[in-house]
């Protein structure tokens, strides 16, 4: 076979592998939208669930899909960002850093289900916390740890060593290193993580049930429990409620991760921006 | 002849690895020293003990002791930050922070606390026209530092330097990425600084040491073969590896 051929080969495939997962992409979400979109009115946005969910909207649960979310990342980034920058600048490689890697990997293959009894029989019952958005976003904070972890430590490993010789070499202390040279740098692939991370923490499901419970009613504080979109989507469809209602939900839910997409990348390009052009 | 940094039977290791060997030197006050030898000879690690750069490597290991105006560097409790902001060192490869050009000039001060306006706008612009950057920047000192060229960026990095108001500047071959014209301005400005500042300088060329030196020392494999003033180390150098390195049979 002559090399020009196997290259038109090679490039077919990779061709084919690409558009084919494009095409996966807008068949699922295409399938969705197109099921749920005719339900989506206003009334079903800002309106309270009736009859189980059969009638009315699915306010509540775009409430208790976004206060989760945020309860959880607000739990885990600091702790996620703190860990990664522990192991990338204050430690060089030993037994210890070893063992946390390890650590985090094992727990990002936990199936989230454990994450939920887990949770259930710790933060639900040991720490009677109840079904409550607490108990729930403690739990999805464990569950996309590693995910933060990660992501901020490669973003920080991409930072070059020389702006950490200048920073030290102008007199910083290494906590000034971080704060001014590394995190600046590494802050666009930071975001980016804690996007990933948000979008497993609404999508997640039976971690939710188990911690978060499925109360149909507005939160009232943070012991109160919320049902997520995720959550009511499953419910309405096993449950055999309303399959159009269910779609609606899901269609909701896309559009909500994807609004959050494009306002942090659009966050993150003008960050990028400002280091670079200004 | 008075000296700022003395060097007193020091030695430096980073694990196994002996980098230098024993070395006893002096370096005179608001002179320039060049350090030169072939690669892996301990020059780098020379600089990096001047402001305890060394000291970020794993595994590093002194002995011997370094005097700056005859105080140790080794006392306990000295303030690191205060020594690398009296003992200012740049680097090989021109490094442009990803900030603005004022905020690149300004960053040692402001790390050191210094916050007033006024004040940071003076060093900003003394440090620039020191390092013959003002004329092509002053219009733009809010664009990335990024933007500029190799050159311009490693007049920035010097600049960013001498914003500290340092003593000693520990020069890193500090135009090893550069074109000659670059270069040529550089060696001009150093030139310039020297009566102001002392600076330790390894240069990237034997020709760039004899053009700049005042004093030289060639070192090999971590130990200082040679040490003289003036251009006697590369006019008639005493030891025979000298003279074999100056006038290129090896290295």
Not at chain 2, 33 to 44: D, I, N, R, T, Y
Request: net charge positive; charged share 15%; glycine share 8%.
């Amino acid at each position: 076979m002559t090399t020009a051929r196997t290259q038109r080969i090679a490039f077919g495939c990779i061709w084919a592998a690409a558009v084919l997962t494009l095409a996966v992409l807008a068949l699922v979400v295409g399938l969705i939208m197109i099921r749920g979109l005719p339900s989506i009115s206003w009334g079903f946005l800002s309106g309270s669930p009736e009859n189980l969910g059969r009638d009315g909207g699915i306010f509540p649960t775009i409430v208790g899909t976004i206060v989760l979310g945020a309860v959880s990342l607000l739990i885990a980034t600091p702790l996620g960002v703190g860990a990664a920058i522990y192991l990338t600048e204050y430690t060089h490689e030993s037994l210890l850093t070893r063992a946390i890697r390890f650590g985090t990997e094992s727990l990002a293959g936990v199936p989230s289900i454990i994450f939920g009894l887990f949770g259930f029989i710790f933060f639900v019952t040991y720490l009677q916390m109840g079904w409550s958005i607490l108990a729930g976003g403690l739990t999805l904070a464990l569950m996309v740890l590693p995910t933060i972890i990660r992501t901020t430590e490669e973003a920080i490993r991409t930072v070059p060593q020389s702006y950490r010789n200048v920073s030290y070499s102008l007199g910083a202390t290494r906590w000034q290193m971080v704060t001014t040279a590394v995190l600046p740098s590494a802050l666009p692939g930071i975001v980016t993580g804690v996007i990933l991370a948000f979008g497993r923490a609404v999508s997640e499901t039976a971690a939710v049930i188990f911690t978060a419970g499925t109360a149909l009613n507005l939160p009232k504080s943070a012991f109160s429990p919320v049902r997520t979109m995720a959550v009511h989507f499953y419910i309405l469809a096993v449950e055999g409620i309303s399959l159009e209602k269910a779609y609606a939900t899901g269609a909701v839910l896309i559009v909500t991760v994807l609004l959050i997409n494009i306002i942090a990348s659009s966050l993150i390009t003008r960050l990028v921006r400002r280091q670079v052009r200004r | 002849m008075d000296s700022k940094i003395e060097f007193d039977h020091y030695t430096l290791a980073y694990g196994r690895d002996t980098v230098l060997n024993d070395i006893t030197l002096s370096v005179a006050r608001n002179a320039v020293l060049a350090v030169f030898g072939p690669a892996g000879s301990g020059k780098s690690g020379f600089l990096r003990s001047i402001n305890r750069m060394a000291e970020l490597e794993p595994n590093e290991r002194h002995s011997g002791d370094i005097r700056m105006d005859g105080t140790s560097l080794f006392v306990p409790g000295v303030d690191l930050p205060a020594l690398r902001r009296r003992a200012a060192m740049v680097f090989a490869q021109p490094v442009a922070l990803p900030m603005s050009i004022y905020d690149n000039v300004s960053y040692g001060l402001r790390l050191s606390g210094k916050r007033e306006r006024r004040q940071l706008d003076e060093a900003v612009e003394r440090s620039l026209r020191a390092a013959t950057l003002w004329d092509e920047v002053k219009d733009r000192l809010d664009s990335s530092g990024l933007n500029l060229s190799g050159g311009q960026q490693q007049r920035l990095s010097i600049a960013r330097a001498l914003a500290l108001g340092p003593e000693v500047l520990l020069l890193d071959a500090p135009t090893a990425a550069l074109d000659p014209i670059s270069t040529g301005k550089i060696e001009d400005m150093l030139l310039d600084l020297k009566a102001n500042y002392t600076i330790v300088i390894v240069p990237h060329s034997i020709q760039q040491a004899a053009r700049v030196a005042d004093a030289a020392a060639f070192f090999l494999n971590g130990s200082c073969v040679e040490y003289g003033p003036g251009n006697q180390l590369f006019v008639s150098p005493r030891d025979t590896r000298t003279e074999q390195y100056v006038t290129g049979r090896f290295g």
